[in-house]
């Protein structure tokens, strides 16, 4: 196990964001961690090649984005929320509804914009470069998701619905 | 968007020990080792099967084959990498004699069919120019280059009747001095056909319908073997009608 050195502390440093991509790619916690186990499992026998490489960061989060991809073609769902059941409305206590119903708004490619722009951070020029678009696409895509965004979170917290 | 920021910075994340994912990953990587290790395995079995078959088939001697039976039982006890290797090294190894091994066989199945084809040219060539069968024999001889393919037969016990069946006129030119012949042109049954003019030898070629060329070398001295005799009472016309036979084709192999 020697070969894995520092996969543990990868892990350690990762796994909450992991899990994060992994839910606002999906939008359910259930299969969230789901995708998370599935892509740290192959990520362990990998290692010894990942670790060498440039930006492990960023071969991980592919893994994310293809073992979500794998996931809806596997069930035949659609790449969105529509999962989301009646049962997660009413265990709901801390706001993660909210996101969960405007998640479900978001195209696939918004979604993913979202993910490496707010949650892991990168420039509009990484965004681009990582998801093959242009900058200017990201740009846009950007401004359209946090607008539907801020649409559909704003209703929920106005109404009584919850 | 702050909001937008917090709210996905706050979504609350399983509490998971790391260890579990290092036995998930453990459990994979042992399960992708007895994958290897049955791939290799099956890769000799498949490879030890196919050269047995191979071997069987031909009743050829030489075999490489001892101890293939055994081969898959020791790779199938073993489980660290360097047996892993060992096995895919065998493997490889077993390919690429099966590869030789195939090799020989076509070169061989190539041999007979060439075999064949001289024995044709003969029983079509006597048809034409031997009908008692009294003059022409085989002779134990095989040309071949470039894609054509011929046999020098011998006439009357010492003369040469040499034929070569190629692409184009220029065939013949490999194994004959076409140009001391002083080749013509001319035609026989419609179709373009050559003559000699000059030298002490009779060539004709003649071209068939699919594009195959028939030269047939009449000549008083079989090559080096020196004993001659003559007259030989063959004529370019008789030649002509011999070449132009459309069973007088390239083996298989070369078509």
């Known amino acids: 196990m020697a070969d894995r050195a520092g996969f543990s502390e990868y892990v350690v440093a990762r796994r909450p964001l992991l899990f994060r991509t992994a839910f606002v790619l999906c939008g359910d916690p259930h299969q969230a961690e789901d995708l998370v186990q599935q892509v740290l ?10 670790a060498r490489m440039e930006s492990v960061d960023g071969y991980v989060r592919t893994m994310v984005v293809n073992a ?55 420039s509009v020029e990484e965004t681009a470069a990582a998801l093959g678009i242009a900058p200017g696409t990201v740009k846009s895509q950007t401004a359209d998701a946090l607008g539907r965004l801020r649409g559909l979170l704003e209703p929920q917290r106005e109404g009584p619905a919850r | 968007m702050n909001e937008i920021d917090d709210l996905l910075r706050g979504i609350e994340t399983p509490d998971v020990d790391v260890a579990d994912d290092v036995a998930r990953g453990e459990q994979a990587l042992r399960r992708r080792h007895r994958w290897q290790i049955s791939g290799a395995v099956a890769s000799v079995a ?48 077993r390919l690429l004699t099966v590869k030789q091994r195939m090799h020989q066989i076509r070169r061989q199945m190539e041999g ?16 034409h120019l031997d009908p008692t069968g009294t003059q022409l024999r085989l002779a134990q001889n095989e040309q071949g280059g470039g894609g054509s393919f011929g046999t020098k037969l011998d006439w009357r016990n010492g003369g040469m ?28 049954g419609g179709h373009p056909a050559r003559v000699s003019t000059s030298g002490s030898d009779l060539v004709v070629s003649a071209r068939h319908d699919d594009g195959t060329v028939v030269t047939l070398i009449a ?4 090559g080096n073997n ?30």
Do not use: C
Not at chain 1, 69 to 96: K, Y
Not at chain 2, 161 to 188: C, H, P
Not at chain 2, 228 to 252: C, K, V
């Open chain 1, 68 to 122: 979500n991809v794998d996931r809806v073609r596997r069930r035949g769902e659609h790449v969105g929320l529509e999962a989301f059941d009646q049962s997660a409305r009413e265990v709901d206590h801390d706001g993660l509804l909210d996101l969960r119903t405007a998640l479900r708004g978001l195209a696939p490619g918004q979604r993913r914009v979202i993910v490496l722009r707010h949650l892991w951070g990168l």
């Open chain 2, 226 to 255: 020196g004993t001659s005799t003559n007259g030989l009472g063959l004529t370019q016309d008789q030649l002509l009608e011999a070449a132009a036979d459309p069973r007088l084709q390239l083996p298989p192999y070369l078509r």
């Open chain 1, 41 to 50: 499992t192959k990520l362990y026998v990998a290692w010894p090649r990942v």
């Open chain 2, 46 to 93: 498949a490879v030890a099967a196919i050269a047995a078959a191979l071997q069987g088939g031909l009743g050829t001697s030489g075999s490489t084959a001892p101890g293939y039976a055994e081969q898959p039982s020791v790779a199938a006890t073993a489980s660290t990498p360097a047996a892993v290797k060992a096995a895919r090294q065998r493997a490889h190894h």
């Open chain 2, 112 to 127: 007979l069919t060439s075999q064949k084809t001289v024995q044709r040219y003969h029983d079509v060539l006597a048809e």
């Open chain 2, 219 to 222: 000549s008083t001295e079989f």
């Open chain 2, 161 to 188: 009747l040499e034929i070569v069946v190629g692409r184009g006129f220029a065939a013949a030119a490999s194994f004959y001095d076409l140009s001391s012949a002083g080749m013509q042109d001319t035609t026989y």
